[in-house]
């Protein structure tokens, strides 16, 4: 493992009884990069997920996150990540300035910091209007933007996005990867899934798991060739039906 | 085959449904496509005689979905989005449920579901709610087709799902109209237009537009390029804030762009510029929209 890396995997593996749903996977994520971790169904992302962000106790193997072990820091490692997920983000019997603070809170940012984070927050994504508005009022591609930024509000090293666009409209789901984008920029490391192959195509690199392990992994330009197709979509499907 | 009219559907303060009116014919393979909250499982519910319509009609094979429920119940088929099947039955067990519920047997209809239902029936014993996705998902179909429905409608049933099982959905789904089912189906997802006969483009309880997936495409305005370089995120923020730039959005490793002004001189301009800012191997090409620039440009 060098200087500069988010996450680093080494032979990773989860049993859950005869069942091995990840098997010894071994990958590396640098600081500032846009992983996708992308995969069929029951491919194990989930698991292999769970694993590093702390959630989890894998079996065998190595991993660091943030440089801390996750067999043995866990509890380090939850509060230098960041975490969004398409199910659940925010609490929707809160306002949108309760949730801000709620997760600020949870963070231990201070009173000011949250403060000052708050309004930059809605400059950003422009939702100063609906501060005082309960989640379960404003539309979802709005939801999904705030959660993302709710997301990175105590400024983490690494944010895991699981599935953040599904469903989202195709204006709001661009804006979404703009946030991204902007996030990798200022150094914080991306690890994203997502079923949108277009979207595999903005990740600096990505890596496809099946039935357990790691079966591709390289900028989508690399795979694109390696495999002959012209698209992610077929790389995906080449690579699932195999 | 079905006729919808009119039809408006709200909850409190929010319109899920605004006069919301197309028709569906016998044996047409039908996309509703729109993202979340756009009003489509509202409409499905609708179509299903679930939920009343505030105004507004809706027909089934000639049948009303307020005051006909009982015949539209026994001659639909319909999968929610919520996989509703029962997790602590085995996969025959729940097939069996259905065709007995609708006094049919699994036997007198294999035919219909045999291309889907073989697939999954090695593991006919298994529990429903110990199955993957895409095998909850063709049992969830067989189940609605054991009674040989004269409809079919479908509320998202590939969504959340890998773009593996949901071409094997689709290729089912064709399968199907050789039974002249007519099949009503939502999705979030633009690039399943394609695969219908016809589509409704839906956002914010509004039809945007219903036509067949070319025509759609064919009525783009303006004409649309492809461009990349080596660093996209830069090309991006450069032509956004251009002012011969009408529109750019992401598309894998594109950027699709409309030009303002697309005479090849004014195109010119806009390419000395982004040579001037460093951009490197620039790539531009015409290309034929796609439906997701076609719903982007009637959102915007």
Redesign the interface.
């Given at each position: 493992m060098t200087a500069g890396t988010s996450i680093y995997a080494k032979n990773l593996t989860k049993k859950f009884g005869n069942f091995t749903a990840v098997n010894t996977i071994s990958f590396e994520v640098k600081k500032g990069e846009i992983f996708g971790f992308l995969?069929?169904?029951?491919?194990g992302k989930t698991t292999a997920m769970r694993m590093l962000t702390g959630l989890l106790k894998p079996t065998s193997g190595e991993a660091t996150v943030c440089g801390y072990n996750v067999f043995t820091h866990g509890e380090q490692i939850k509060k230098h990540i960041g975490y969004m997920s398409q199910r659940f983000s925010l609490y929707e019997d809160l306002t949108v300035a309760e949730n801000i603070e709620f997760y600020g809170g949870i963070y231990g940012l201070r009173r000011n910091d949250i403060k000052q984070r708050s309004h930059e927050l809605y400059d950003r994504i422009d939702l100063g209007h609906a501060r005082n508005s309960l989640i379960s009022a404003i539309?979802?591609?709005w939801r999904q933007k705030l959660a993302f930024m709710v997301s990175i509000l105590h400024q983490p090293e690494i944010v895991f996005l699981d599935?953040p666009t599904?469903?989202?409209?195709?204006?709001?789901r661009?804006q979404f990867?703009?946030l991204i984008?902007e996030t990798a920029?200022k150094g914080i490391t991306v690890f994203v899934t997502t079923?949108?192959?277009?979207e595999a195509?903005?990740c600096g690199r990505v890596s496809i798991m099946t039935n357990g392990i790691i079966a591709a992994m390289g900028h989508?330009?690399e795979l694109k060739q390696q495999y002959g197709v012209a698209?992610?979509?077929e790389v995906?499907?080449k690579i699932?039906?195999q | 085959m079905i006729t919808i009219t009119n039809i408006s559907k709200s909850y409190g303060k929010v319109q899920a449904l605004k006069n919301v009116g197309f028709e569906v014919s016998r044996g047409e393979l039908f996309g509703l496509i729109g993202p979340d909250g756009a009003g489509k499982t509202s409409l499905m519910r609708i179509l299903a005689t679930l939920i009343l319509p505030d105004s507004g009609s809706a027909s089934i094979a000639g049948r009303d979905v307020v005051k006909d429920y009982r015949y539209i119940r026994n001659n639909i088929g319909y999968m929610p989005g919520r996989f509703s099947l029962y997790q602590d039955l085995s996969m025959e067990e729940n097939l069996q449920f259905f065709a007995t519920i609708f006094g049919t047997t699994i036997k007198e209809n294999y035919e219909l579901i045999k291309p889907i239902y073989s697939q999954i029936e090695p593991f006919k014993k298994r529990k429903a709610g110990a199955l993957s996705g895409g095998m909850k998902q063709k049992l969830a179909l067989s189940c609605a087709l054991i009674h040989r429905p004269e409809a079919l409608i479908l509320d998202e049933p590939t969504t959340g799902v890998d773009a593996v099982s949901r071409t094997e959905f689709w290729e089912m789904l064709k399968e199907l109209k050789r039974y002249d089912i007519t099949i009503i189906v939502s999705t979030p997802y633009m690039d399943e237009a394609g695969l219908c006969d016809r589509v409704a483009l839906i956002q914010s309880g509004n039809i945007l537009q219903v036509d067949t997936p070319q025509n759609i495409v064919n009525s783009y305005k303006g004409k649309l390029y492809a461009i990349k370089a080596q660093d996209i995120y830069q090309l991006n923020n450069l032509l956004r804030q251009h002012t011969n730039i009408e529109s750019c959005f992401t598309f894998g490793e594109f950027l699709h762009i409309v030009f303002k002004n697309d005479s090849s001189e004014q195109q010119a301009i806009v390419l000395d510029y982004l040579e001037n800012q460093g951009m490197k191997n620039i790539v531009v090409q015409p290309i034929n929209p796609n439906i997701e620039d076609c719903f982007i440009q009637l959102l915007q």
């Open positions: 995969g069929a169904n029951g491919a539309p979802l591609g599935e599904g469903g989202v409209d195709p204006i709001t661009r990867w703009d984008y920029n079923h949108y192959m277009d195509e903005y989508p330009q698209t992610m979509n995906f499907i699932a039906r | -």
